[in-house]
């Protein structure tokens, strides 16, 4: 028998009509003859509304505490998930992440799995029960509640998938699937049958939402088959898989915009071994978060370095480089706040010549100007003036045929 | 070190404010050189919310899953007392049953504990924490999150103070204490010093609310002192314990009265062996909770057997006792809903004459027709007149002087 994993988001068990829904969509699973292992967040804003009375009574809440707090609304789900199955006439039984074993670090707020137990899911999978289990949280060693940070539900769904072996992992959600770039920028954009876990990869990490990339990680290292569909109707939305054949003649799969940016430049540097190690280092003891960067020799002595960071980390950041500023010899330093990235992201690029020059000509047909350029082996992101940025998604979405479906693309 | 066991019930934790103010409390005992444990039910109305949540779910939900949603209610406020207890300064560490290994059966919704593991209480005491433990929860040997049902904080908390060798265990309520009667049914009413377990649990099972029954058999299993008192100001309140020597010249500490309650008589019932525990077990059967039983005999061949039960188990008991009739031929059934039990309790009258003599002939005074009588040790009830049992109660209160101090009464 089959096993089957299937995550309901916060909005797909919002309130009781929503998760009976969600509760019929495993019981129908469980019908076809899988076994249903059901994953859940909290519904709808209730961690919100959880951090919020932490918040009033502890404006710095110590994260254990935090932990403890938060996990209620999974469980509180679950439960309610639980007894929506007996409603409809299907024996379930709910697990919390301790109950399962879903062993954590203990690094409270954040917690990386480490192990998860499978003999009492599988036991009552056996016994013919839908296991409903709470997305998100974990247990440490000492048997403390922990939770799994951003998009936590998504990772303890691919990593009970993983964990058990699931033929697939199905990820509910109130957008159909993946799509070629973000409808509400490029609304001729088409919904992506699959795609690779490496193009997903580069896709969240730009932004794209949908799903986290940890959980994405997850996947790749245990080749976990993904599902992201609708919680709203049955058509079948976007595969994330490993590369597959039929995949090869598809140059490009999606094309993204990321403007939450700032790049910051820092002009003559000393060109001596280190001093990169040093200016990173020292962003990263400010947490700020660094995306691409670019160094560029200018002489023997002088080197430019420009990165870009969240709009959120750019104060951080801008303090953190005026501290070493002295240290590391540089010269200036400028930021930029109007500036946007538009990427391309495609397994196909890798063997194939052509497609930089065809993103920079259609770029250059639209009169954007690029201030920067970087790549990976399946992207290639520019940066551009914000002013200019939507404009320029239209332009590459339109030069890679993103409109159409991904096998009719020439 | 002395051990302090506090229990905050909902009122007491309702908000954050509340919880700030209970913790203000836990923290100044610990000042005071003691190593404090709390024990904190759900914040004010969550669990009927809870309840509701479920309900609109399924009418009639898993137990299973019942306990494993409601025990959030209490994992949410002992992680909010625990961030309260950091902001005000001192460390603290919340815990829910399952973490510190409260074992009960797998009773789910009134389950019964069994053991209760005290090593992390007390380790972390040791380290200067703190300890909040989630009232009302427990755990099952297969790890299944159970709730020991009404009253079940005060449970945990007194069952706490007996595992951990506790000095005191302090019930923290919105009364001052336990009182002589009702003071809403006889202003005059005062608050005791102390009263026996024995009397508690007389009052207790008379209504007289404030503690659940099943916390004062722990209480008194185990010894452990325990001081119902106000989470709105220092004024001590009432403790109960063992009798203690000041006690005995106190004939009657309390008085009650009981208007939820129905009595059903069944005139000319076969007077054969077996005939009563027939009755009575088929009242069992259909879940009623039957009070006072009196069986007297009419002839050798015939007997009358009457009893109480609460009005919401009416319908079900006249159901049961008409299933029966025929079986042990019974001649007649009769209702009467418009009755009220008086009472008065005291481990003093165990060993005196006149106290009985003193009620009736109160009652009798006040013109107040009693219908039956029943007794205990250290209790007399009288059923009378549901219009005339307040005037009965009072009659009663002024006859054994409930309206002074205990040790000031002839």
Chains 1, 2 share one sequence.
Do not use: W
């Amino acid at each position: 028998m089959a096993i089957v994993v299937q995550k309901f988001g916060g909005t797909s068990v919002a309130n009781a009509e929503k998760i009976r829904r969600a509760a019929d969509r495993a019981i129908a699973s469980s019908k076809q003859g899988n076994q249903v292992v059901v994953v859940a967040s909290a519904r709808g804003k209730q961690t919100d509304e959880l951090v919020a009375d932490a918040i009033e009574i502890n404006p710095n809440p110590p994260k254990r505490e935090m932990d403890m707090l938060l996990s209620t609304g999974e469980q509180q789900t679950v439960s309610l998930f639980a007894m929506a199955c007996y409603a409809l006439g299907q024996k379930a039984i709910s697990f919390t992440g301790s109950q399962i074993q879903m062993i954590t670090d203990d690094a409270h707020t954040k917690a990386r799995i480490q192990n998860i137990g499978t003999d009492r899911i599988k036991k009552k999978l056996d016994e013919g029960f839908i296991v409903i289990v709470a997305g998100f949280q974990g247990v440490d060693e000492e048997g403390n509640i922990t939770t799994l940070g951003r998009g936590g539900s998504d990772t303890s769904a691919v990593a009970l998938a993983a964990a058990l072996g699931a033929d697939t992992c199905e990820i509910y959600t109130d957008v159909d699937g993946i799509y070629s770039t973000d409808p509400r920028k490029y609304p001729k954009a088409v919904k992506m049958k699959q795609i690779s876990y490496d193009e997903m990869l580069e896709l969240a990490s730009l932004g794209a939402g949908v799903m986290h990339g940890r959980s994405i990680e997850f996947g790749k290292k245990y080749n976990v088959k993904i599902h992201v569909r609708s919680s709203l109707h049955d058509e079948p939305g976007t595969l994330i898989t490993h590369e597959v054949a039929k995949m090869e003649g598809i140059l490009v799969s999606g094309a993204t915009i990321h403007k939450d940016l700032a790049k910051i430049g820092m002009i003559g540097v000393d060109n001596r071994p280190g001093n990169a190690a040093r200016i990173f280092t020292h962003l990263a003891k400010a947490k700020v978060s660094v995306n691409d960067i670019i160094q560029t020799e200018v002489s023997s002595e002088k080197a430019n370095i420009s990165f870009t960071v969240s709009k959120s980390d750019l104060d951080s950041a801008r303090q953190a480089i005026e501290d070493i500023q002295e240290t590391v010899h540089c010269q200036n330093v400028f930021v930029r706040e109007d500036v946007a990235e538009v990427s391309i992201v495609g397994v196909g690029m890798r063997s194939h010549y052509g497609v930089a020059d065809r993103m920079f000509q259609a770029l250059a047909d639209a009169a954007v100007n690029i201030d920067s350029i970087t790549t990976s082996e399946i992207r290639i992101s520019c940066l551009v003036d914000l002013d200019h940025s939507d404009a320029a998604l239209t332009a590459i979405c339109d030069a890679f045929q993103l409109d159409k479906p991904a096998d009719k693309r020439t």
